[in-house]
């Protein structure tokens, strides 16, 4: 058989009807909410799921630590290793200090202004955009906000914000506990 006798079949050549487009249903099942309803049902719930919304507890906690992580990045911005106590500072030329707080507090009396602000525009150029709430707020401030108060300021701003809005959860801890925290924490 050459391509030109060959045709394509039609449906009333023996081929079988095609399937219906939507699955049979009987009309007990409709009315008893069958198989086929339940499973778009339970599809529908487990696509919706929300995250769970943050605690101050936690939200303070992202904080702190990225506070933490902020001072190293201004001390190793600042090369204060060179003139560091800590021997495993000056091996691995980078701040890896227990308290990066005091080496920054000592490093503000020494570095220029113009080279403290270079450097917080380097590291809020490199932060990335979708990176958290807490982390967002601590890599914006100035290395001489994490001693005045700026910071803590900022943050606290952010949690009535977000508190206002329903993203953030208050189990125990209020604004008042989170400022009693964060005094304690030395800052």
Not at 52 to 57: G, N, Q
Not at 137 to 144: K, T
């Amino acid at each position: 058989m050459s391509v030109a006798e060959r045709r394509e079949p039609e449906w009333g050549d023996g081929i079988k009807d095609p399937p219906p487009l939507t699955p049979p249903h009987h009309s007990q099942e409709l009315a008893g909410g069958g198989k086929f309803q339940t499973d778009i049902a339970t599809r529908r719930s487990t696509l919706r799921k929300s995250k769970p919304k943050t605690t101050t507890a936690a939200y303070a906690e992202r904080f702190e630590a990225e506070i933490a992580r902020q001072q190293r990045r201004y001390c190793d911005a600042f090369a204060r290793w060179r003139d560091c106590d800590v021997k495993a500072c000056r091996r691995e030329r980078a701040c890896r200090g227990e308290q990066p707080s005091r080496c920054l507090k000592r490093a503000l009396d020494v570095v220029p202004r113009e080279e403290q602000r270079r450097a917080h525009r380097d590291i809020v150029k490199a932060t990335p955009a979708n990176i958290g709430a807490p982390e967002r707020i601590a890599r914006q401030c100035l290395p001489i906000e994490f001693y005045d108060g700026g910071a803590d300021r900022q943050a606290i701003g952010e949690i009535k914000r977000l508190r206002e809005t329903g993203k953030l959860v208050q189990r125990g801890d209020n604004v008042a506990s989170l400022r009693l925290r964060l005094v304690e924490a030395g800052r």
